[in-house]
């Protein structure tokens, strides 16, 4: 991204205006604790002006920079100016030479970096010279000329101001910093004239790690853009003239993506194109598009419509991005709050912009924090904010379909007066409210494994916590504490800690809930395992060592001595009401497992812990939010979802080994490699959710590259024909149809390629392979609408109401009206039509795109929009073909593909290494075996052997075994299916192929 381009994403919106207002306020605040940068530069400028760095003053100047970097709040990791205090020790004149050019030569700053790097690994592949570093050298030499760096904030910047770059070399990333830096400052002193390259830094450095800052800065500027689709809504006209006035390029941009389109989305198409043509467009121009378009349905598509509406994603599509990260910024704070540790949050869920009502678009924003363990928010209490034009609403809000429904504890703030200690303060007062209606309230526990732990066998390998008493029986017969303690008192004459016991009782019998965590101690001063409660109290009289028992999930087993707290003595304790205790216990687990953020970006740019493979799929996830099911990731990459299983567990091991850490252990004592990486949880749909450890999300947030500004691998028409057995005119007739008619089925006999077929289909009108963009499914008898729409299936509480495959793809189509999605499926008619459409067969016809219909399970809206195409695969030969119904047929286009063996599909062969004469061999194979089958009055043209059958010899393998494979293994079954009352027909034909002459 070049130096105009960074200003642009810069200076847009105002944002950096209203990040800086709150940024000099916050510095009058007395939370503001910086000032010690500009004292310690002072100093550095000061001792290096005019220094002179040769041989002999080298080692004393890095090691004055080395003791000023302070320890905390420090400019850089002390790993790097310790590494470059070794390197002058053994190489003076070299990084003499080094700081000299660095500081003073003509060539571009990242060139410079990139030279003085080149030479410290060649001295020390392991060297740590990391871009911290050369900001702060710079900065030591003059500071208000450069600034020091950190990577976390180039990070957050980049994402603050939708800044998207390639992963660059250590130099570039500082250059680009440098030059954000300098545009800034160039911008913001016409206000503030005697600001320096120090007073940028510092103000990008408190505008992304100062919550105060980042929180205000994102209500101020969503409020902003609140207030102005609020005047667009009353004043249409406005609306349009944003719409004019947005640049030439992203205008051209948003026609390209409406070309073609059908309904709302030709009318946005024509006054696009009218802007772009004459510069301007009004409002009765746009009724005229409007008429003009509408006259060509029978139904009135305007219906649901106003001007508002329909122009509301042209003003919105290259804003959506940066709101949606705005709230993403006020989410985390929320999750991240002192006094909510502990909750467990759902991660990145719910934001909804200013199109969350069915992308007609509004005045309003929202966000929902909500805990883990409900269906989604709707269910749930949460941490609820709203901002409209009229302020910001925030607090304790209980989702439509939570029994509290209506009873919420919200505040309201005008835009003014909104501060963001208020605003903490405000949801900590409503936090014993939401811990009460959460299933997730979890306590905390330490139970005792016998005299020196000697029942700690049987928990760990029984996955169970237990205690004794046996001769009170089932301990649920009992009403409370002091009924226990009365038949204590009649079992046992020695009243020493019986009460203590009883409680003890009581307890694991009543007051332990599934979910809490269960600390197993040895003594006072040693914990062996941490467990979750995972079953209700139990009880079998016979069962030893002791009858009464809870099933647990281990989380961590490993045995570490306390250092400042003492366990109780007694055998069963809560020991919530002692967060010291309990926060010194988890730290020793934690401590152990967690590997900082430092160390994950150290351990990446390693080729031997992660190699290229892993570091795809890891990158992958992280586009994905973070987190996605082992199905989604697949999709994502096009593998299937079993290919990652190995990989992981083989990284793990590396970094295991590259760390020290030991592993964790599952609850059957196995160890637990995916953990290393990952955290996970079963979700609504009871899919495995795999989440990127924090830590470890951030180092890869740190070096990302969204593969959507990586360039895509080109699929063209050209490389369509190069692959299919095809010509370009039943190409072109495959892609007007389904342009035309948005749903296809290429239909055919066994072996034609219809799946190849229908995936290249759509990577060649994408233009590009984008897996993102195409969903594959397979009908069978048993699919059902709860599959592909949405039903009612059970969780953990029950049954829940759970989107289905189809739903989901039309959502992401939806929110992304510009892209085309091609919804491939395979075997059509296998399945109940009627049964897994449902309202669905009417929305998928032409004229019906874009229309909402209320879906009965949910009482939503819901659309299949324009840019959805659906390709269906059907073979001929398939027996129940006679079931597909007119209702389907009348709703898509029919394509037949037929056997192919052209010199195209001899190329091929030839290719792969099959000779000619067995090419020979094949065709008078095929021949003879498909003349038979289009002759049979039973069977005909659709039950022809296919090409695919015979395409690509695998590599080392000989060709006559290839042959003889397929003929014996897949041919002849296909044959016997055919034949199967006539089984001497099967019989003649293969002796007719193995005895007669084919050259």
């Given at each position: 991204m070049n130096y105009e381009e960074l200003k642009e994403h810069l200076l847009k919106d105002q944002y950096i205006d209203i990040s800086f207002r709150r940024y000099i306020a916050f510095k009058e605040t007395d939370l503001y604790d910086e000032s010690y940068k500009i004292e310690i530069l002072f100093r550095l400028n000061r001792f290096l002006k005019g220094q002179d760095i040769n041989k002999l003053t080298v080692l004393d100047i890095v090691k004055k920079i080395q003791k000023e970097n302070p320890s905390t709040g420090s400019f850089v990791h002390w790993s790097n100016t310790a590494d470059l205090v070794k390197y002058a020790e053994a190489r003076p004149d070299q990084v003499a030479e080094l700081l000299n050019q660095l500081f003073q030569s003509s060539s571009t700053i990242a060139d410079r970096v990139e030279l003085f790097r080149e030479n410290g690994k060649a001295y020390n592949p392991s060297i740590s010279l990391g871009a911290p570093l050369f900001g702060y050298l710079f900065a030591a030499v003059d500071f208000t000329k450069y600034p020091i760096y950190k990577q976390e904030v180039f990070t957050d910047l980049k994402k603050a101001y939708g800044i998207e770059l390639k992963l660059g070399t250590v130099g570039n990333n500082y250059e680009t910093y440098l030059n954000m830096c300098e545009i800034s400052l160039q911008h913001l002193k016409t206000s503030y004239p005697d600001?320096?390259?120090?007073?940028?830094?510092?103000?990008?450095?408190?505008?992304?790690?100062?919550?105060?800052?980042?929180?205000?800065?994102?209500?101020?500027?969503?409020?902003?853009?609140?207030?102005?689709?609020?005047?667009?809504?009353?004043?249409?006209?406005?609306?349009?003239?944003?719409?004019?006035?947005?640049?030439?390029?992203?205008?051209?941009?948003?026609?390209?993506?409406?070309?073609?389109?059908?309904?709302?989305?030709?009318?946005?198409?024509?006054?696009?194109?009218?802007?772009?043509?004459?510069?301007?467009?009004?409002?009765?121009?746009?009724?005229?598009?409007?008429?003009?378009?509408?006259?060509?349905?029978?139904?009135?598509?305007?219906?649901?419509?106003?001007?508002?509406?329909?122009?509301?994603?042209?003003?919105?599509?290259?804003?959506?991005?940066?709101?949606?990260?705005?709230?993403?910024?006020?989410?985390?704070?929320?999750?991240?709050?002192?006094?909510?540790?502990?909750?467990?949050?759902?991660?990145?869920?719910?934001?909804?912009?200013?199109?969350?009502?069915?992308?007609?678009?509004?005045?309003?924003?929202?966000?929902?924090?909500?805990?883990?363990?409900?269906?989604?928010?709707?269910?749930?209490?949460?941490?609820?904010?709203?901002?409209?034009?009229?302020?910001?609403?925030?607090?304790?809000?209980?989702?439509?379909?939570?029994?509290?429904?209506?009873?919420?504890?919200?505040?309201?703030?005008?835009?003014?007066?909104?501060?963001?200690?208020?605003?903490?303060?405000?949801?900590?007062?409503?936090?014993?409210?939401?811990?009460?209606?959460?299933?997730?309230?979890?306590?905390?526990?330490?139970?005792?494994?016998?005299?020196?732990?000697?029942?700690?066998?049987?928990?760990?390998?029984?996955?169970?916590?237990?205690?004794?008493?046996?001769?009170?029986?089932?301990?649920?017969?009992?009403?409370?504490?002091?009924?226990?303690?009365?038949?204590?008192?009649?079992?046992?004459?020695?009243?020493?800690?019986?009460?203590?016991?009883?409680?003890?009782?009581?307890?694991?019998?009543?007051?332990?809930?599934?979910?809490?965590?269960?600390?197993?101690?040895?003594?006072?001063?040693?914990?062996?395992?941490?467990?979750?409660?995972?079953?209700?109290?139990?009880?079998?009289?016979?069962?030893?060592?002791?009858?009464?028992?809870?099933?647990?999930?281990?989380?961590?087993?490993?045995?570490?001595?306390?250092?400042?707290?003492?366990?109780?003595?007694?055998?069963?304790?809560?020991?919530?009401?002692?967060?010291?205790?309990?926060?010194?216990?988890?730290?020793?687990?934690?401590?152990?497992?967690?590997?900082?953020?430092?160390?994950?970006?150290?351990?990446?740019?390693?080729?031997?812990?992660?190699?290229?493979?892993d570091l795809v799929y890891l990158h992958k996830m992280y586009e994905l939010g973070g987190e996605a099911t082992a199905t989604q990731l697949a999709a994502a990459l096009g593998k299937h979802s079993s290919s990652f299983n190995t990989p992981i567990v083989q990284l793990a091991k590396r970094v295991l080994q590259a760390t020290g850490i030991a592993p964790i252990k599952r609850e059957d004592g196995t160890n637990c490699y995916w953990c290393v990486l990952f955290e996970g949880d079963y979700v609504e749909n009871q899919h495995f959710i795999w989440r990127l450890k924090p830590n470890l999300k951030e180092a890869i947030a740190a070096s990302h590259v969204d593969s959507s500004i990586v360039e895509l691998e080109s699929y063209t028409t050209e490389d369509f024909l190069k692959e299919v057995f095809i010509d370009k005119k039943q190409y072109d007739t495959i892609a007007?149809?389904?342009?035309?008619?948005?749903?296809?089925?290429?239909?055919?006999?066994?072996?034609?390629?219809?799946?190849?077929?229908?995936?290249?289909?759509?990577?060649?009108?994408?233009?590009?392979?984008?897996?993102?963009?195409?969903?594959?499914?397979?009908?069978?008898?048993?699919?059902?609408?709860?599959?592909?729409?949405?039903?009612?299936?059970?969780?953990?509480?029950?049954?829940?109401?759970?989107?289905?495959?189809?739903?989901?793809?039309?959502?992401?189509?939806?929110?992304?009206?510009?892209?085309?999605?091609?919804?491939?499926?395979?075997?059509?008619?296998?399945?109940?039509?009627?049964?897994?459409?449902?309202?669905?067969?009417?929305?998928?016809?032409?004229?019906?795109?874009?229309?909402?219909?209320?879906?009965?399970?949910?009482?939503?809206?819901?659309?299949?929009?324009?840019?959805?195409?659906?390709?269906?695969t059907m073979n001929t030969a398939d027996r129940s073909l006679a079931q597909l119904e007119v209702a389907l047929r009348r709703r898509f286009a029919f394509v037949t593909l037929e056997p192919t063996f052209n010199e195209k599909w001899k190329l091929t062969l030839k290719e792969s290494g099959v000779s000619d004469l067995m090419i020979a061999r094949i065709l008078f194979t095929v021949d003879k075996i498909n003349k038979e089958i289009v002759e049979d009055f039973q069977l005909g043209n659709g039950y022809a052997i296919g090409h695919s059958f015979f395409t690509l010899k695998p590599d080392n393998m000989d060709e006559n075994i290839w042959y003889e494979g397929i003929l014996t293994f897949e041919i002849n079954p296909l044959l016997e299916e055919y034949f199967f009352d006539r089984p001497e027909i099967v019989k003649s034909l293969i002796e007719g192929i193995k005895y007669g002459q084919f050259v």
């Open positions: 600001l320096t390259i120090l007073d940028i830094q510092d103000f990008f450095f408190c505008s992304t790690q100062y919550k105060q800052i980042v929180v205000e800065s994102a209500v101020e500027y969503l409020h902003a853009l609140a207030a102005e689709l609020s005047e667009f809504i009353k004043q249409p006209a406005l609306l349009l003239e944003a719409i004019t006035n947005l640049e030439p390029d992203t205008l051209r941009s948003l026609r390209e993506q409406y070309r073609n389109d059908e309904k709302i989305n030709l009318i946005k198409f024509k006054v696009l194109d009218k802007i772009i043509e004459s510069d301007s467009v009004s409002l009765a121009e746009m009724e005229d598009i409007k008429n003009q378009v509408k006259v060509k349905y029978e139904r009135n598509i305007l219906k649901s419509w106003n001007n508002f509406t329909i122009l509301f994603q042209l003003y919105y599509a290259n804003k959506k991005q940066k709101v949606q990260e705005e709230q993403r910024k006020i989410h985390e704070t929320i999750r991240e709050m002192e006094e909510f540790k502990g909750l467990n949050f759902v991660d990145g869920k719910v934001l909804k912009g200013f199109n969350w009502n069915q992308n007609f678009g509004c005045s309003e924003c929202w966000l929902a924090v909500y805990e883990k363990g409900h269906t989604s928010h709707r269910t749930a209490p949460q941490f609820f904010v709203s901002i409209d034009e009229n302020g910001v609403r925030y607090g304790l809000l209980y989702g439509d379909q939570h029994p509290n429904r209506g009873q919420d504890l919200t505040f309201e703030s005008e835009m003014e007066s909104f501060t963001y200690e208020g605003f903490h303060q405000k949801l900590v007062e409503v936090l014993e409210e939401f811990k009460e209606d959460n299933p997730t309230n979890i306590q905390y526990w330490t139970i005792g494994a016998g005299e020196n732990a000697k029942y700690w066998d049987d928990f760990f390998s029984s996955n169970v916590i237990s205690i004794g008493w046996r001769d009170l029986g089932n301990l649920k017969q009992y009403k409370d504490t002091d009924e226990i303690m009365n038949v204590f008192n009649g079992l046992y004459s020695d009243e020493t800690r019986r009460s203590n016991d009883a409680n003890a009782c009581n307890d694991f019998a009543n007051s332990m809930n599934i979910g809490d965590l269960v600390f197993v101690k040895k003594g006072t001063k040693q914990i062996l395992a941490i467990a979750e409660i995972t079953s209700d109290y139990h009880y079998e009289a016979s069962r030893q060592p002791h009858p009464n028992f809870r099933e647990v999930k281990w989380k961590a087993v490993h045995e570490y001595p306390l250092q400042k707290g003492t366990l109780p003595t007694k055998t069963l304790t809560n020991i919530t009401p002692y967060p010291d205790l309990v926060q010194e216990i988890l730290g020793l687990y934690e401590a152990d497992r967690e590997i900082s953020v430092e160390t994950w970006i150290e351990l990446l740019q390693n080729d031997a812990v992660f190699v290229e493979m007007s149809l389904l342009s035309y008619k948005k749903n296809i089925i290429l239909q055919g006999p066994p072996g034609v390629g219809k799946t190849f077929v229908s995936k290249r289909i759509a990577y060649s009108l994408m233009g590009v392979k984008d897996e993102n963009r195409v969903e594959m499914v397979q009908f069978h008898q048993n699919y059902a609408y709860e599959d592909f729409v949405m039903g009612f299936r059970p969780d953990e509480h029950g049954f829940s109401l759970q989107f289905g495959i189809f739903y989901d793809f039309c959502q992401r189509a939806l929110e992304n009206p510009e892209k085309d999605y091609y919804f491939i499926i395979d075997e059509i008619n296998r399945g109940n039509l009627s049964k897994i459409f449902g309202e669905l067969f009417m929305l998928i016809e032409r004229d019906k795109r874009d229309e909402f219909v209320t879906i009965g399970y949910s009482k939503d809206k819901f659309t299949v929009p324009s840019n959805v195409y659906l390709i269906g």
